[in-house]
Nanobody, 115 residues
Framework: QVQIVESGGGLVQPGGSLRLSCAGI????????VRWDRQAPGKQREMVAV????????DYLDSVSGRFTISQDSTNNTVYLQMNNLTPEDTAVYYC????????WGQGTRVTVSS
């Protein structure tokens, strides 16, 4: 049984950094495609970053480009979202999606950017 475990959220001051983790546990298939979405309070869910299946490069939401970076540890099916220079507008629940033969969503991790 495959489990997606997200971690790394929390409270951070504006200008700070966080690294979110998303681990695909129990899968015999390697990650081939990853996406991070977020949903801010009272707003629609939006895609933040994606590496499409078969691609090696990431695409980012304009507002996070240059501040957020996806990386991957293929040895343990874990992906990361490094978030730098955070602003209050980045406050949201962040969800990861891993494609490992089929798609799996994580449970979400809350990020709050506030002084």
């Amino acid at each position: 049984q495959v489990q997606i475990v997200e971690s790394g959220g929390g409270l951070v001051q504006p200008g700070g950094s966080l690294r979110l983790s998303c681990a695909g546990i129990g899968s015999r298939v390697s990650v081939d495609g990853v996406r991070w979405d977020r949903q801010a309070p009272g707003k629609q869910r939006e895609m933040v970053a994606v590496i499409s299946t078969g691609k090696k490069t990431a695409d980012y939401l304009d507002s996070v480009s240059g501040r957020f970076t996806i990386s991957q540890d293929s040895t343990n099916n874990t992906v990361y979202l490094q978030m730098n220079n955070l602003t209050p507008e980045d406050t949201a629940v962040y969800y990861c999606y891993l494609f490992m033969g089929r798609g799996y969503w994580g449970q979400g991790t809350r990020v709050t950017v506030s002084s």
